[in-house]
Structures are given as structure tokens and as C-alpha cells.
């Protein structure tokens, strides 16, 4: 830009001073060559008496009041410059918002050294850190021992309902997980201590609580069976709970009837028991037979004049007249005996009362104690089947099903409802949804007895292939289950055998055939006449009972 800017800006204004002609384009000079006369281009018009306001628009004249203000902020900020020039070598001199003293050296910026100490517990060292470990563990362990108290009384809740509506099993099962529960919150609270002193001795902090206690006693009572596990187990129970307790068990009636009723029972199995086994096991041969007599008057000499020992006595009479081989009525008019002596723990009789009565074909009688037994206790599967399997062999199959319906209401997780379903099933020839029942049972968790009804199913089809292989499963689940010391089923070992030999697979049917004969034991009657040609499968599981026997 030329250095005589400004008279350039002064010769574009009018000469009135107020206007700006239309500017007139140049080409830098250039095409007026190089003796182009600037200066005599400007015209020669006075400046002198152009003052700066005239150059402004009208309306933007500065106010006095304006110059005012301004000087005055010029002013504040001159002073604010020079106050901070004036202190900018003085530190500012901190206080302690408690006392007033300096702060000093003290790390806070509110406190000095003195008050941070004795307010505010900031001098860290070896114990505070050893505090607040201790408190960090004692919250963990109150969450952990606060959500287990949770779930103990949910499950003790669970428990104690089960029991007011008889399904005493169902309520023996809460129970455990109760102890499992405790014992685990035990266990945990003791390891935490024990990782901080090794010394520590284990303590039961909690318990299941000595009122959950006296109704799973009950519960336990309810369920009681003639097997010596189960009284020993009910003994254990009840001496673990008023011992040192300070409960009275004499407060307790049923608790203390049943008590005894167990420690009479025992008294007379542990007499007895080693003596009867050599009896029946006898020197092993095959012609042996059990001195029938002889036993029944060793029997006699033990009685005594109490009625629960008497019962046993009588049980056991039952027992060796079966294995003696005598006639049904000989048999339950024994057994009856040991039932109405035992008064009112005939309940513990009748799983093998019902059995007994099954087996020697008294089918009513079997009816009417299964019955009895669901009423007092309906989580009993046992009894559950042989009313079933009464109504079956009655050909009454809508009892069978109706109260097939209420095993399911009462015992939902168990998977006999699908077995005892299909054999009802199949009883009516409805094969295929006997087959369909069996699945649905199978995906809920598979077991001898379903695979077996299903391969029964199959074979009244005539689906060899697809029987053979469900009897095979069931044959495996079979030996699965005395492996590991399982009861096993013989209807599920016969109908294996029976149908593989059906099918030609006389691999698997040898197996089962050298099985049986290295345990001295023989297949059904009802297997043998079906492979010797005298019964077909048809009236083996479409007529009578609907089983092997």
C-alpha cells in the first residue's frame, strides 16, 4: 500500500466532507507509464478546517458520561494492578478453622497439625490399618451371614409347611438343606477367624433353632419304617436336640412315645437278628429249607411282655414263614398281629405289610393299608404305587389315574408320575401315549423304570428295535444302580432279559441270564413260560397285574 495512504483517503471525500464519490477503477498505474504525475492528480482542496467529529456518522458522538465510566474503570483497574503489585512478595497467612492457630506444617489446608490429630484421627499407622481391615472383614462377613439367615428362613418357612400339610418327606428334605445351610454358615464364619488366628477353635454360631427342631422330630416320627436305620436315625435325632438343651422331652408325648417305640425295636433287632440270618441262610445248598418250627420257637423264647417287642416277634414270624414258603392266610394272620400290637406305630409296618400283601396277591388288603398310609403321610410314593397297581390289576383305570393325578399334585418332582402314567396308559392299549409319557418322564431324568415301561410300549407295537434298545438302557441303568449300591429292580432285570431274548439279541440275554445264575437267583415264572412258548408278551402285560411276577 503507498506510503500517502491518508492524503488519498482526504482527496476521495466530497467537498462538502460529508460524501464519497464513486470510486473510479485504476489499474495500480500501470498504464499511465512511468511519468504519471500523482500528485497532480490530488485536487488542491483545504483540510484545515475538517475537525474529527465531522467524520463520524450523526449519531455516533461519544457522550460525556460515557468518557466518565471509562476513566473511572481505567482507574479501578490501575488501583487493582498496584494492589496486587504491593502484595504479590506476602503469602497469605492460613489459619486453622478450630482454634485460630497457624497452620504451620500441617497437610490440611483448614486444620493445624494439633486439631487434624485429635479431631480428625488422620495419623495413620500399623493399628489403624489393622482396624480397618478388621471392620472391612466383619461387613463382609455380616453380608454373608445376613444373606445365609435369608435363606434359612425361607427354607425353614418352606419346612415347617410342608409339614402342616402331611408332606412330611417334602419337609424332611427342607430340613436337611436347613442343617447343610447352617453348617456352611458355620464353617465360614469359623474359616475367617481361623486365617486370623490359627488357635481359633471352630464354635456353632447358629443353629436350625430348637422349635424347627421339634417339628422335623414329629415329621421324622411320621415317616418312621421298621428298618434299623430308621430308628437309630430317630434316636440320634431326638438325644442331639434335649440334650443339654433344657427341654423336657416327657413334654413332648408323641415325641417320647415314638422315642421309645425306636429303642424297643432295637433292643429286639440287635437280639435277634444274627440269629434269624443263620437260620435263613442255612449251610447254602440248594435242597436247604428253613426249620420252620425250630425258628418259631426260638422266636417264642424272646418275647417279652412289652407289646412294641412282642410286635417285632411277630414281624419276624411273618418274615420266616415267607421265606418258609407257607401259605398267604398263615402268613397275614402273623403279620396282622405285629400290626396291632405295635398300636399306633403300625404305620412303621405297613410299607412291608403292603408289600407282603402284594405279593401273595391279597390285593385289597394291599389297597386298603396303601390308602391308610397316604392319608397319614402324602409324599408316600410307596403306597402311591401299590394303590395304583391295585386299581390296575381291578381294571379300575380311572382311579388308578385319578389318584396317579394327586401323586403328581403331592410329590411334583418326582418322576414316578410318568411311569405309573404309562403303565395306566398302556393297560387301556394307549401305546403310543404311554410312549409319549415315558419321554416327557425321560427328559426330567431318566431311570430304569421308565426306560422299561417304554420298552414295553415299543415291543405291544411291534417296534423290536426301538423295545430293544429301551431294554437295554434300562438293563445298563440297572447295573449303574447296584454299582453304586442302589436297590435294584428285578421287573426291570426280568422284562431286559425277557425282551432281548424276544429280539434275538442273545449277547445282552446271555449276560443277564449268567448275572441272575451267579447270584443264585432265577428268572420270574412268568419270563420263563413266556420264552418256553406257554404265554405270550400280550397276556403278560395286558392282563392281571400288567407286570412280570
Known sequence: MPEDNNDELIRNIGQDGDSVPEETPVDNGEAFGDNWDWDAQVPETSVDNIEFNDLLPEDTTPAEDDEAETEAQTETEDEDETGAEENAGEPEERVCIVCGNKLGDSPSELYCDDCRKKYLRTNYGVGHIILAFVMVLIAAIGYFVCTATFEIASQVKASAAYAADKQYNSAIDEYEKVKTTVSTVNSGVNAVFKGINSDFSSKEWFTEGSRMSLIMIEAYCDTLTLSSDSCYNYIDLVDKVF????????????????????????????????????????????????????????????????????????????????????????????????????????????????????????????????????????????SYYYAIKSYIVKNDFDSADSLCEEMKKNNPDSIDYYSMKAEILRRQSKFEEAINICKKGIEKGSDAELQRQQAIAYMLLNDNEKALEAAKESYNITL??????????????????????????????????????????????????????????????????????
Request: glycine share 6%.
Open 243 to 382: 440334650d443339654g438343651s433344657g427341654l423336657d422331652i416327657n413334654n413332648y408325648p408323641k415325641i417320647k412315645k415314638c422315642y421309645d417305640f425306636c429303642n424297643d425295636i432295637n433292643s429286639i433287632t440287635e437280639g435277634v437278628t444274627d440269629t434269624l440270618n443263620d437260620y435263613i441262610s442255612g449251610d447254602g445248598s440248594e435242597d436247604y429249607k428253613i426249620p420252620y418250627d425250630e425258628v418259631i420257637d426260638y422266636l417264642e423264647s424272646v418275647k417279652t411282655e412289652n407289646d412294641y417287642q412282642k410286635s417285632m416277634i411277630y414281624y419276624y414270624e411273618s418274615v420266616i414263614a415267607y421265606y418258609a414258603e407257607k401259605d398267604s392266610k398263615t402268613i397275614l394272620n402273623i403279620y396282622q398281629k405285629a400290626y396291632d400290637l405295635s398300636g399306633d406305630f403300625g404305620y412303621a409296618y405297613a410299607p412291608s405289610y403292603i408289600g407282603l400283601s402284594w405279593e401273595i396277591k391279597e390285593y385289597d388288603k394291599a389297597l386298603e393299608l396303601s390308602k391308610a398310609s397316604i392319608e397319614r403321610n402324602v409324599n408316600d410314593i410307596t
Open 480 to 549: 449303574q444302580n447296584a454299582a453304586s449300591d442302589t436297590s435294584v429292580s428285578l421287573e426291570a432285570l426280568n422284562t431286559a432279559a425277557l425282551i432281548t431274548y424276544l429280539c434275538n439279541d442273545k449277547t445282552t440275554y446271555d449276560e443277564i441270564y449268567t448275572l441272575f445264575k451267579d447270584q443264585s437267583v432265577e428268572f420270574f415264572d412268568s419270563v420263563k413260560d413266556c420264552i418256553s412258548g406257554k404265554i405270550t408278551f400280550e397276556q403278560i402285560f395286558m392282563e392281571g397285574t400288567g407286570d412280570v411276577e
